[in-house]
């Protein structure tokens, strides 16, 4: 019996969940969607030539009795509304980040998941899907260089639009890296300083670019994040774990190595769609899977409001340019699993 699925908001990365639930996954299907907009909402299943009930609100299809589980794909601010009732339905929820645009908003998405008194909660952090951070963190977990000491990474966009502003190298951006590097390193975040380099003649006005973000961990791994975001040449995605007897990197996306016009080269992606679209896959299926079997895993609550705590310090440390303390509470029972766990 395939897992029945809502999806709540028909935007483009709702678009892609519904296409790759109907077309790419096996197990499940979408049978309720709503959006804003509900003509939107019926244009994409007529684009997709898929049947499912469209309904006048999230809320309605929520309650909707033929659904089982939801996406939630909305605008980030309707994120926190839709997964507590999602929560008070009893009904297992995939959340696209950010699982709310506050920490208090996290909290008590936590907070309402722990009176339930099981895991019903998925937050869409793909990179620990990644097959290349899947493997980094075998080599990381073996030992086989040692314990992580420091960690160099990069994370660069060709460019962004006006709309962009400093913080959201934050929120939208280094977000990513703050959620799968606790992955990575099963370890929490303590403090955090921002640096800003000489500005890029790219970037725009009101955007400070680019950024180097410091992070020092709970068992003192320090990490170094360059946010570039109009680096011009590609979307580049780096990641390099210095340990005590070694160094093991991300490795790069499969490309075709070249040999032509007196030089060797390879590709390099130009956008995050190309770079992390098998993730989505796999993140996913898993999400569908878990259902099934009768449990939610991935990257829970308690890891969107880990993200959230750290981004909220990283916004104040831009703002302030001194090191800004990293404080979580204890981690509750219900997530008693470490953050490698998925």
């Excluded at 939107?40 to 469209?54: F, I, P």
């Excluded at 400070?208 to 590609?234: H, K, M, S, W």
């Excluded at 310090?313 to 800004?324: D, L, P, R, W, Y």
């Amino acid at each position: 019996m395939s897992l029945q699925l809502g999806v709540i908001g028909t935007g483009a990365i709702g678009q892609d969940h519904i296409r790759r639930c109907s077309q790419t996954l096996q197990g499940c299907r979408v049978v309720a969607v709503t959006d804003i907009d509900p003509q939107q909402a019926a244009r994409v299943l007529d684009g997709l030539t898929l049947e499912a009930e469209v309904y006048p609100d999230g809320h309605a299809l929520i309650q909707a009795p033929e659904v089982q589980a939801l996406l939630v794909t909305s605008w980030g601010p309707s994120h926190e509304e839709f997964v507590l009732a999602a929560i008070a339905a009893g009904k297992p929820v995939f959340c696209e980040k950010p699982l709310a645009v506050t920490a208090a908003g996290c909290r008590r998405i936590v907070e309402a998941e722990i009176a339930h008194g099981r895991r019903l909660v998925q937050v869409g952090f793909m990179r620990p899907y990644d097959a290349g951070y899947q493997a980094l963190k075998a080599v990381v977990d073996s030992g086989r260089i040692g314990e992580p000491l420091m960690l160099h990474c990069a994370h660069r966009n060709p460019r962004v639009g006006e709309n962009y502003k400093t913080d959201m190298a934050i929120t939208d951006t280094l977000i990513h890296e703050l959620d799968v590097l606790r992955w990575l390193l099963a370890d929490d975040y303590v403090s955090v300083q921002v640096l800003f380099p000489r500005k890029t003649g790219k970037a725009h006005a009101q955007l400070r670019d680019p950024q180097i973000v410091l992070l020092e961990t709970a068992r003192g791994t320090r990490i170094d994040v360059e946010i570039f975001v109009n680096c011009q040449y590609g979307y580049d995605i780096q990641c390099e774990v210095v340990g005590e007897s070694g160094i093991a990197r991300l490795p790069e996306p499969p490309q075709v190595q070249l040999r032509s016009a007196a030089s060797l080269s390879s590709a390099i992606l130009m956008d995050w769609k190309g770079r992390f679209i098998a993730a989505y896959d796999v993140e996913l299926q898993a999400f569908v899977d878990g259902v099934r079997a009768g449990r939610v895993g991935g990257p829970s609550a308690w890891d969107g409001l880990a993200a959230a705590v750290a981004a909220d310090a990283c916004i104040e440390a831009q703002q302030s340019g001194a090191i800004v303390p990293i404080s979580l509470p204890q981690r509750p029972a219900l997530y008693a699993c470490p953050p490698g766990f998925l």
